[in-house]
């Protein structure tokens, strides 16, 4: 029975300790289901749900009542399954966002220049990139005047472990829409670079965003 696995092997804690994605189907089905019957474990049911369905080829169409064919499986198991296999059909159905490549200084603040030139407030944001430099994540991490004790690269790279990203770009915006860099500016961008070849994920650049105008901090040699 599950309760006689290793609390560290069980799907649930496993999920919890590496993720969803480091578990089977056969674990993840038992997850859904949550319990077995008197006789067999629910990771037994699961197993025996994928042997019926073809693995997860067949499942992904099968009904209430098909599910409720599998002994073990009652309306409430069955309804659950479907329910949750519906939320998959309808999230692969969602358009595929058109993602944004940075190879520039210039394309960054392309990006982000409409957003960012008329803000009343120093707004720090990371542009999370993959290895082909596409934007997978863009997050504000600070509002305010830009301090190297406010902005902490905990917060700025635990997004960047969060989405495995292979590299990022800071950018942050002054609101007098002149782009020069500050001490402060510089002493930020330092420290991250620092932090992101420690944990190997590279900074490739700090661009500050002024009105129309930007100043990059690689091209001004300080990266």
Not at 150 to 165: D, I, N, T
Request: aromatic share 4%; proline share 4%; glycine share 6%.
């Amino acid at each position: 029975m599950i309760r006689d696995v290793p609390k560290s092997e069980r799907p649930r804690e496993r999920l919890m300790q590496h993720g969803a994605e480091a578990l089977s189907n056969q674990e993840l089905l038992a997850l859904l289901l949550g319990s077995g019957t008197r006789r067999e474990s629910v990771m037994d049911l699961a197993g025996r749900l994928i042997q019926t369905f073809d693995g997860l080829k067949l499942l992904k169409d099968a009904t209430v009542s098909e599910l409720m064919d599998v002994k073990g499986i009652g309306e409430a198991k069955a309804v659950q399954m479907r329910a949750a296999l519906e939320i998959g059909r309808r999230i692969k159905q969602f358009p595929v966002e058109e993602t944004h490549v940075v190879r520039s200084p210039q394309d960054a603040a392309d990006y982000m220049m409409e957003e960012m030139r008329h803000l009343k407030q120093e707004h720090f944001v990371a542009l999370y990139l993959n290895t082909k430099n596409a934007v997978l994540h863009k997050k504000t991490i600070f509002i305010g005047s830009l301090n190297a004790s406010l902005v902490h690269p905990r917060e700025v790279f635990k997004e960047a472990l969060r989405y495995s990203s292979a590299s990022l770009i800071c950018l942050h915006n002054h609101p007098s829409g002149i782009p020069e860099p500050s001490q402060e500016d510089i002493d930020v961008t330092k420290r991250l670079q620092e932090t992101g070849r420690m944990l190997g994920v590279e900074l490739l650049d700090h661009v500050i965003i002024g009105d129309r105008r930007f100043c990059s901090l690689k091209e001004k040699g300080y990266l």
